[in-house]
């Protein structure tokens, strides 16, 4: 989309412009999609940051940044299809033009991160926002102490990035332990079966070095918290990513509020000590 | 120092503000309705008459574009609104509990992110209140700290006095302007008796006891008590001069259109429904403790305010008699 105004004059409603440079298959519902800003400038986000994308004629749909801010030249969204602007963005080829705000949003604060131990937890979809800080700890390896990657889906077909999750599992650089909750017959799955809060106790954590980060659909959490709590993890040292309907993404029209919070700019990022006093939020 | 204004004067300032440009919105007959609109002179003015809807469209419309689009030889492009164009405007004869609300509004249309569309407006408008002089049975400003007198939001206060006069306080420097700019029609006498106000019989809450009952009963069994009959229509939000939830969509079609911010409400059942499915407020008693919790807990834990000013809107549109004022009374009878 062309603008007509200078960024400088930017209203805080309107897109930008990105092209889309590739488009990959992630499961047969999710698709994973490589922009640029068309006037080639950074995205200038940080993980776990998300932003506001939107195709003429189909408004916008808050989506997470699914790439290191340390890659660039281009940032990843991964997209399920789920209504119709996604629907929309599914039929969208090389070269197509969509409309981009942002980023916005807390990030993960990586300053806090160096030196540490990293537990990166997700379920589902909770992937595409740590695939971020993923990506952002192989490119920066020697800020943080041991990283574990642990990742969990349905079945071996919702598996996200399934190609990452076989570089990461070879990679020296992280422990990275993958579970599906059932194999239907005939898949082929090379990870554990069973359920992802199960890969928590035999871990070795070092509560006072450690820090967990947990993303993934609203069940999850509760399950992986308790075992975090039971390893002696503080609340202050587990950080989650929520998702909520962010409609306009800067804190004004009302969708994403959890009490007195705003997921799209109190959040998405929390520690849990922000939000476990809060109801409805996990 | 200018102090009254004679009602004939009032109306010849609307002409005059009509005539030099300015937007000026007041009480007006639509129907056998009041509401804020637009008027085209003093004539049109409407006065003693609480508003079927609040005054909370002059700086936030039900509905209004938020940019343009159109696609051209394959291109699309995308025009934004050009908030210069926003016209300055006068409201007149805002009654206090329609005056004082924008002030509420600010914070949240301001902090972290400004809403340029929202504060443009609200930059631009010039806010003249005027004491109220007939509340009915659903009025309880008093109740939530405002009164009929309460000049608070105003840039300029009218104050009715016997034989057709106003006494006016001049609030800010928008309203100190505006009366240096009008001077004549001003007068510097100190006019007669002030007029008997109106008296909502409901006395004053103690909102930071609702507050923390609020606090300690997210999961009571009140809110499916009172909520049950809920249906969820919305009326109370769209009708109330603080509720400023909203969405944005698109409309038209591919090639051609504008994408629009319009009025929302966290009744809707799918207002806080998830792409995923998920929908964390899924059964109306739910919807129905996040409005009130929103109003008397979550802004004023956020902002330091509560989101209602008791103009008694919602209990007169609610189809299935939900009285927040009642609802609050109920509260306060419950022990901490």
Wanted: aromatic share 8%; proline share 6%.
């Amino acid at each position: 989309m062309a603008r007509t105004t200078s960024p400088a004059e930017e209203l805080l409603y309107n897109p930008c412009e990105a092209e889309i440079i590739s488009v990959a298959d992630l499961t047969p519902d999710e698709k994973l999609f490589s922009l640029r800003m068309t006037d080639n400038r950074p995205l200038g986000h940080l993980p776990g940051q998300f932003v506001q994308l939107s195709i003429p004629g189909y408004t916008e749909a808050p989506i997470s940044v699914a790439s290191s801010p340390t890659r660039t030249g281009f940032f990843d969204l991964a997209i399920r299809r789920a209504g119709t602007l996604t629907a929309e963005m599914h039929r969208k080829v090389p070269g197509d033009t969509v409309g981009i705000r942002g980023p916005f949003g807390s990030s993960f604060d990586l300053t806090a991160f160096q030196g540490k131990d990293l537990l990166l937890i997700s379920g589902g979809c909770g992937l595409a926002p740590l695939r971020s800080l993923i990506q952002y700890c192989q490119d920066c390896r020697d800020e943080f102490a041991r990283v574990a990657v642990i990742y969990g889906a349905r079945n071996p077909d919702a598996l996200l990035f399934k190609n990452d999750l076989a570089e990461w599992r070879n990679s020296p650089a992280f422990d990275c332990s993958v579970t599906v909750d059932n194999v239907s017959g005939g898949d082929c799955f090379y990870g554990s079966v069973g359920l992802l809060p199960a890969l928590i106790p035999p871990l070795e954590v070092i509560p006072k070095n450690t820090i967990a980060v947990v993303v993934g659909p609203p069940p999850m959490y509760r399950a992986v918290i308790e075992e975090l709590k039971k390893k002696g993890m503080a609340s202050s040292r587990i950080l989650l990513s929520l998702e909520r309907q962010m409609r306009c993404g800067v804190g004004k029209c009302g969708h994403c509020t959890i009490e007195h919070l705003y997921c799209c700019t109190d959040g998405p990022v929390f520690r849990l000590d922000q939000v476990e006093g809060v109801r409805g939020a996990i | 120092m200018p102090n009254t204004i004679t009602e004939q004067n009032l109306r010849a300032l609307i002409d005059t503000l009509v005539k030099d440009g300015s937007r000026v919105v007041g009480p007006k007959a639509a129907g056998d309705m009041t509401l804020y609109e637009p008027l085209a002179g003093g004539t049109e003015l409407v006065l003693g008459v609480l508003p079927r809807r609040s005054a909370k469209e002059t700086f936030f419309p039900l509905c209004e574009d938020i940019l343009s689009y159109q696609k051209m030889e394959g291109k699309m492009t995308v025009e934004d609104i050009d908030l210069s164009r926003l016209p300055s405007t006068v409201l007149i004869g805002a009654l206090p509990c329609d005056a004082a609300a924008p002030g509420i509004l600010d914070a949240v249309f301001s902090w972290d992110y400004q809403d340029e569309f929202y504060l443009e407006r609200r930059k631009k408008t010039t806010i003249i209140g005027l004491a109220c002089t007939k509340s009915d049975d659903a009025c309880f400003c008093t109740a939530v700290g405002y009164s009929p007198a309460e000049s608070r939001g105003s840039d300029i206060f009218l104050l009715p006095l016997e034989g057709g006069r106003y006494r006016c306080q001049i609030i800010s420097d928008k309203g100190n302007l505006l009366v240096e700019r009008y001077k004549s029609f001003f007068t510097d006498e100190e006019g007669g008796n002030a007029l008997p106000l109106s008296q909502p019989s409901m006395e004053k809450l103690d909102l930071q006891k609702i507050r923390e009952w609020l606090e300690n009963n997210f999961e009571s069994d009140f809110w499916k008590e009172i909520a049950e009959r809920c249906v969820g229509c919305g009326a109370c939000a769209f009708i109330c001069p603080a509720c400023h939830c909203f969405d944005i969509n698109d409309e038209g079609s591919e090639g051609k259109g504008v994408r629009r911010k319009h009025w929302d409400a966290c009744g809707f059942s799918k207002f806080t429904n998830h792409a995923s499915g998920h929908n964390p407020r899924d059964v109306q008693p739910q919807r129905y403790r996040n409005r009130i919790m929103h109003k008397f807990k979550y802004y004023d834990d956020k902002f330091g305010q509560t989101l209602c000013t008791g103009c008694g809107r919602c209990v007169r549109a609610c189809p299935v008699g939900i009285d927040i004022a009642a609802v609050l009374q109920e509260i306060m009878k419950y022990e901490l």
